[in-house]
């Protein structure tokens, strides 16, 4: 039962071009949300969050926005450029009281053509 | 900055050897995590630690054991490996959701 759902493999646009990647969850308890960038054969990196109490977050060309009530997130990459070509992983996690656990989709290959 | 730094890069194991792959992380998180990856999937959790001598089960502990001596070090073992344990394991640490920084992973076949 996965609980973080990406439903697309893989995703290629032109360069300059906007990048949107989906991702849609279904534990309602989840209160925060990530994306991470992997490129191969290094360990995925952190690119932004949001917390549940908002509906955007914005960091340069980076946008994540959060539907609570349709259990949406979306990345948003304007412009594309071929250096963002990698996989991106959605995340969430909730209070649990410990240390708090992130839960991952399946990734998505974005890539950008020159 | 070495962040965490994961050995070794990758292995071959036969059916029934066991391994230990090596974690260690010199930033002073607390928090430190074990996952795997397997083709097409996303990160599943083995196995976490919120502290020196504190350790717990993720999604997907059996087959494996952990242990956390020191607060640099999350060693994972293998006792008896399987052709389902062939993966690609990640370490992580954090103090965190989003301090969560990742090894560049072990690559580990079993045959």
């Known amino acids: 039962d996965q609980q973080v759902k990406q439903n697309s493999p893989s995703l290629s646009v032109q360069e300059g071009r906007i990048s949107i990647l989906n991702c849609d969850y279904t534990?309602?308890?989840?209160?925060?949300f990530l994306w991470y960038k992997k490129y191969p054969a290094e360990g995925p990196t952190f690119l932004i969050s949001?917390?549940?109490?908002?509906d955007k977050n914005e960091d340069g060309r980076f946008t994540v926005f959060l539907n609570k009530s349709a259990k949406h997130l979306s990345l948003h990459i304007v412009p594309s450029q071929p250096g963002d070509s990698a996989v991106y992983f959605c995340?969430?996690?909730?209070?649990?009281?410990?240390?708090?656990?992130?839960?991952f989709g399946s990734g998505t290959q974005l890539t950008v053509l020159p | 900055n070495a962040g965490v730094t994961q050995t070794p890069k990758f292995r071959i194991l036969k059916i029934g050897q066991s391994m230990t792959l090596q974690c260690t992380q010199d930033?002073?998180?607390?928090?430190m995590y074990w996952y795997r990856q397997d083709p097409g999937m996303g990160l599943k959790l083995i196995y976490y630690?919120?502290?020196?001598?504190?350790?717990d089960k993720g999604e997907v502990p059996n087959g494996y054991n952990v242990s956390r001596s020191t607060t640099e070090d999350f060693p994972l073992r293998l006792e008896l490996a399987a052709p389902s344990q062939t993966s690609v394991y990640f370490c992580?640490?954090?103090?965190?959701?989003?301090?969560?920084?990742f090894g560049s992973g072990t690559r580990l076949t079993v045959v």
């Open positions: 630690s919120v502290g020196a001598g504190i350790t």
């Open positions: 995340a969430a996690s909730q209070d649990s009281g410990s240390a708090r656990q992130l839960t």
């Open positions: 992580a640490s954090s103090t965190t959701e989003a301090g969560y920084t």
């Open positions: 930033m002073n998180h607390n928090y």
């Open positions: 534990n309602s308890m989840f209160d925060y």
């Open positions: 949001i917390s549940s109490i908002k």
